[in-house]
């Protein structure tokens, strides 16, 4: 028995560590399995992120061409926006303040007239007179008048009333060059467009073919000059071709010509006092030497060779103030024969003219819109033009009475008649009976 | 005669070169009682000849036009024509203000 027992105690652990060993074999045959599987299956994980480390490679190669490309673009853009934030700004300076501006004025008129003693009652296509004004910047102006207007034959004619240019020197002087309109007095320069006249023509001997010079080519000198806080001096200083003998003895042609005839320049403007309380008074003078050469008219009358020393004054007066516009004007001229009257195959012809006119708005009077809109006007003028000591046929005395009827500040209706007493007996006296309608723009 | 008219020309062109210098020392200031005085301005001075328009009538750079030639042709100093540029501007109404 102990012998058995001695026999299974020497087996045993043999047996044990037999089965240990086989049992360890077999752990070892499936270990080494496993590591191959988990290599293979490592080395596939390593192939797998060589080939993602290739790829992320390629990427990064990818990105930073594109990120230099991106550079490139964005330096562009940058430049781009540069450019456009420039432009933007010249653009919105430009929009706000260009150099040049310019603006459309003007003014036109309609109407009716019957004259008595004939039969020519007619209406009156009247005028369109475009002002056009180009300014550069605050110290040059453009201007220039066009007066446009069908005549008596049906034809549209186109004068040229003014074309200017006006350099801005200093706030007291502007140096004015080209055709402007004659300094001389206060009607021709500042009250002759429809819409600002309160009648509905020039006074006797302010319009064509009388006293006023109409207009001048040459230069002048003009501005306004504070003297207190209740005063302002103003003047007008003009050096041009001045006016030339017209067809008739008793006639001139005060238009400017673009031809002086005789080199000698007129010499002339005016200087003005003007008060706070709206009252001017204001003084003209002219200087000029005129001459015609001998020669045959076009339409075939003998034109003798003449040479004259024009001279002419006047003096003005305007009190405009709340409802009341008060004008007086007076213009002398004469023009003598150089070297006495045999010398220059002439007589002495000499011109005196006038008016005084009151227009008075009833907005002064009455509160009612419509009757505030009303204006009164008289006018009474007179012209005399002698030559030698002989009146001459357009001399006469002149009275208007009119109603003026205000639809804006610029646009108004004018209804009134006009007396014309003519100073030679020869000549009848004529009424007229007008309306006009006149808009200023 | 004519040497007369002549020397005054030329009297005229150095009185108004001297005035450019002037001026050149002078150039207008913001003011404040710009708009008062011109309102002032405008209504003394555009009265004289023919009634006065609204100031609606015209655009801020229409008026600068305008003015300029109402300062030409009635004598009107500089800067009173300044003062009413801006009074006129500021009371036309007009929508787009630079």
Same mark, same amino acid.
């Given at each position: 028995m102990y012998g058995k027992l001695k026999k299974k105690i020497l087996y045993a652990p043999l047996f044990t560590s037999m089965v240990f060993l086989s049992a360890n074999v077999a752990l070892a045959q499936e270990t080494e399995v496993d590591f191959k599987s988990k290599i293979l299956e490592l080395e596939t994980r390593i192939s797998g992120l060589e080939q993602m480390k290739q790829e992320l490679q390629a990427l990064k190669e990818s990105l930073n061409k594109k990120e230099k490309k991106v550079a490139v673009k964005e330096a562009k853009l940058s430049k781009e926006i540069k450019s456009i934030k420039s432009l933007r700004k010249t653009m919105s300076v430009r929009e706000a303040k260009p150099d040049s501006t310019w603006h459309l004025a003007g003014y036109a008129d309609v109407g009716f007239e019957a004259v008595s003693g004939? &039969? %020519?009652d007619s209406f009156i296509s009247g005028k369109f007179n475009p002002v056009f004004h180009y300014q550069y910047k605050d110290w040059l102006i453009f201007e220039s008048e066009l007066e446009i207007k069908t005549g008596m034959d049906g034809a549209t004619t186109i004068d040229v009333e003014y074309s200017q240019l006006d350099f801005m020197l200093h706030d007291n002087v502007t140096l004015v060059v080209g %055709?402007?309109? =004659?300094?001389?007095?206060?009607f021709q320069e500042r009250l002759h467009p429809s819409w600002i006249n309160r009648s509905m023509n020039a006074p006797a001997g302010f319009g064509?073919?009388? !006293?006023?010079?109409?207009s001048e080519v040459g230069a002048m000198l003009r501005g306004g000059v504070p003297v207190s806080d209740a005063l302002t001096f103003t003047y007008s200083v003009s050096l041009g071709n001045g006016p030339r003998f017209g067809h008739?003895?008793?006639?001139?042609?005060l238009e400017g010509t673009s !031809?002086? &005839? &005789? =080199?000698n320049k007129a010499l002339g403007g005016r200087v003005a006092l003007l008060h706070k309380s709206s009252l001017e008074v204001g003084f003209s003078y002219m200087d000029a030497g005129i001459s015609s050469e001998a020669g045959i008219l076009p339409d075939g009358d003998i034109e003798v060779a003449r040479e004259g020393d024009y001279r002419l004054w006047g003096a003005d007066l305007a009190y405009s103030k709340g409802p009341w516009d008060v004008r007086a004007e007076y213009l002398n001229a004469k023009n003598t024969p150089s070297g006495g009257v045999s010398a220059g195959g002439f007589e002495p012809v000499s011109w005196k003219t006038w008016y005084t006119q009151v227009a008075y708005r009833l907005s002064g009077i009455s509160d009612n819109p419509t009757v505030g809109k009303i204006e009164p006007v008289v006018r009474y003028g007179e012209f005399r033009v002698s030559v030698g000591d002989i009146l001459q046929l357009s001399a006469e005395k002149r009275w208007n009475i009119g109603v003026n009827y205000w639809l804006a500040p610029t646009i108004v209706v004018k209804t009134g008649l006009e007396r014309r007493n003519y100073l030679i007996a020869s000549r009848p006296d004529e009424t007229r009976y007008k309306i006009q309608m006149a808009y200023g723009f | 005669m004519k040497i007369v008219k002549y020397f005054m020309a030329a009297a005229l062109v150095t009185t108004v070169s001297a005035g450019m210098v002037a001026e050149a020392a002078d150039k207008a200031k913001k003011d404040p009682m710009q708009i008062v005085r011109g309102a002032k301005s405008w209504a003394q001075t555009c009265s004289r000849c023919h009634n006065m328009r609204s100031?609606?009538?015209?655009?801020d750079e229409e008026w600068e036009v305008s003015a300029t030639h109402m300062r030409v042709r009635a004598n009107i100093p500089g800067n009173v024509v300044r003062d009413i540029i801006v009074f006129l501007k500021a009371s036309n109404n007009e929508k787009v203000k630079k």
């Amino acid at each position: 028995m102990y012998g058995k027992l001695k026999k299974k105690i020497l087996y045993a652990p043999l047996f044990t560590s037999m089965v240990f060993l086989s049992a360890n074999v077999a752990l070892a045959q499936e270990t080494e399995v496993d590591f191959k599987s988990k290599i293979l299956e490592l080395e596939t994980r390593i192939s797998g992120l060589e080939q993602m480390k290739q790829e992320l490679q390629a990427l990064k190669e990818s990105l930073n061409k594109k990120e230099k490309k991106v550079a490139v673009k964005e330096a562009k853009l940058s430049k781009e926006i540069k450019s456009i934030k420039s432009l933007r700004k010249t653009m919105s300076v430009r929009e706000a303040k260009p150099d040049s501006t310019w603006h459309l004025a003007g003014y036109a008129d309609v109407g009716f007239e019957a004259v008595s003693g004939d &039969n %020519k009652d007619s209406f009156i296509s009247g005028k369109f007179n475009p002002v056009f004004h180009y300014q550069y910047k605050d110290w040059l102006i453009f201007e220039s008048e066009l007066e446009i207007k069908t005549g008596m034959d049906g034809a549209t004619t186109i004068d040229v009333e003014y074309s200017q240019l006006d350099f801005m020197l200093h706030d007291n002087v502007t140096l004015v060059v080209g %055709k402007y309109l =004659s300094p001389i007095g206060q009607f021709q320069e500042r009250l002759h467009p429809s819409w600002i006249n309160r009648s509905m023509n020039a006074p006797a001997g302010f319009g064509h073919g009388g !006293v006023q010079p109409t207009s001048e080519v040459g230069a002048m000198l003009r501005g306004g000059v504070p003297v207190s806080d209740a005063l302002t001096f103003t003047y007008s200083v003009s050096l041009g071709n001045g006016p030339r003998f017209g067809h008739d003895e008793d006639e001139l042609e005060l238009e400017g010509t673009s !031809v002086d &005839n &005789n =080199s000698n320049k007129a010499l002339g403007g005016r200087v003005a006092l003007l008060h706070k309380s709206s009252l001017e008074v204001g003084f003209s003078y002219m200087d000029a030497g005129i001459s015609s050469e001998a020669g045959i008219l076009p339409d075939g009358d003998i034109e003798v060779a003449r040479e004259g020393d024009y001279r002419l004054w006047g003096a003005d007066l305007a009190y405009s103030k709340g409802p009341w516009d008060v004008r007086a004007e007076y213009l002398n001229a004469k023009n003598t024969p150089s070297g006495g009257v045999s010398a220059g195959g002439f007589e002495p012809v000499s011109w005196k003219t006038w008016y005084t006119q009151v227009a008075y708005r009833l907005s002064g009077i009455s509160d009612n819109p419509t009757v505030g809109k009303i204006e009164p006007v008289v006018r009474y003028g007179e012209f005399r033009v002698s030559v030698g000591d002989i009146l001459q046929l357009s001399a006469e005395k002149r009275w208007n009475i009119g109603v003026n009827y205000w639809l804006a500040p610029t646009i108004v209706v004018k209804t009134g008649l006009e007396r014309r007493n003519y100073l030679i007996a020869s000549r009848p006296d004529e009424t007229r009976y007008k309306i006009q309608m006149a808009y200023g723009f | 005669m004519k040497i007369v008219k002549y020397f005054m020309a030329a009297a005229l062109v150095t009185t108004v070169s001297a005035g450019m210098v002037a001026e050149a020392a002078d150039k207008a200031k913001k003011d404040p009682m710009q708009i008062v005085r011109g309102a002032k301005s405008w209504a003394q001075t555009c009265s004289r000849c023919h009634n006065m328009r609204s100031p609606k009538e015209l655009t801020d750079e229409e008026w600068e036009v305008s003015a300029t030639h109402m300062r030409v042709r009635a004598n009107i100093p500089g800067n009173v024509v300044r003062d009413i540029i801006v009074f006129l501007k500021a009371s036309n109404n007009e929508k787009v203000k630079k």
